[in-house]
C-alpha cells in the first residue's frame, strides 16, 4: 500500500474499493483526486454513503453513465457533502437525499436523533451523547 493511500481508514477503503462505478479504482492520489482522504467524515455515516453509493451504481449502470465519478465526500459546516461530476438528474436526487439524511444522524455513532451543533466552534451533526464525549475529549 502506497504511504498515500494508509490516509484511508480500512472502512472507508472497503466501500470505495466495493463501488468502483463510483469512487473509481484505487490507487486514489493526492494530484488526481480529493478521494485520496478517503470519506472525510465521521464513522456514523458511513452506512449511509454504502447505501447511497449501492443506489449510484444501480444508477450509473441503469443509465449507462460511465463519466460518473466521486470528486470527494466529506463533512462540511456540519453536514455530509458528496461532491460528483458526470451524474444526471437521478444521481443529484439520490445524493440530495443522504444528504439530507445525514441531517438528523448522527455523524459519529450512527443514531437518528441528532441536530447540527456547534462544540468549542466546530459545527457537526451529533446525538447529545457523543456530544458530551466530543466536548470531553476537547477540554
Known sequence: MQDQERRID??????????????GKPPWR???????WGLSCGKGWYPLIESLSA?????VQQDD?????????KQKLGKLRFYSKGGNDR?????????????????HCGMH????KS?????????????AILLKSRS
Open 55 to 59: 443506489d449510484l451504481t444501480t444508477i
Open 10 to 23: 480500512d472502512e472507508a477503503r472497503r466501500i470505495m474499493v466495493a463501488f468502483p462505478e463510483v469512487f
Open 113 to 116: 436523533t441528532a441536530e447540527l
Open 119 to 131: 462544540l468549542g466552534g466546530w459545527l457537526t451533526t451529533t446525538c447529545d451523547d457523543c456530544a
Open 30 to 36: 493526492i494530484e488526481e483526486t480529493n478521494l485520496a
Open 65 to 73: 453513465l460511465s463519466r460518473f465519478q466521486a470528486r470527494q465526500v
Open 91 to 107: 444521481t443529484a436526487d439520490r445524493i440530495l437525499q443522504a444528504e439530507f439524511e445525514a441531517a438528523s444522524k448522527c455523524e
